[in-house]
């Protein structure tokens, strides 16, 4: 029988509180992926970019679970609209 991997995001103190404050809710983006996240991998929340910077391969008692740690945020938009 094979165990589903758990994938546990570990955001920087400031982003966990501007996840809070929004009241976002992070998808659980690698649910049912063959591939789990890799250093440099991008993805978006609440219309802020994050960079996945490391990961930490741990295991407890249901089994295996990645912890990928996320950079911060960038701006919420990555484009200059001046002029507009």
Known sequence: MTTPLR???VFTPEDQAWLRRMQL???D???GHGAAPIPGDVF???GRQFTIQGRLW???LQGPVLRVF???AHA???SVFAGM
């Open 25 to 27: 809710v992070v998808p």
């Open 58 to 60: 741990e295991h407890d």
């Open 44 to 46: 978006r929340v609440g």
């Open 76 to 78: 919420e938009s990555d």
């Open 70 to 72: 996320v950079g911060s």
């Open 29 to 31: 983006y690698w649910r």
């Open 7 to 9: 994938t546990v995001l």
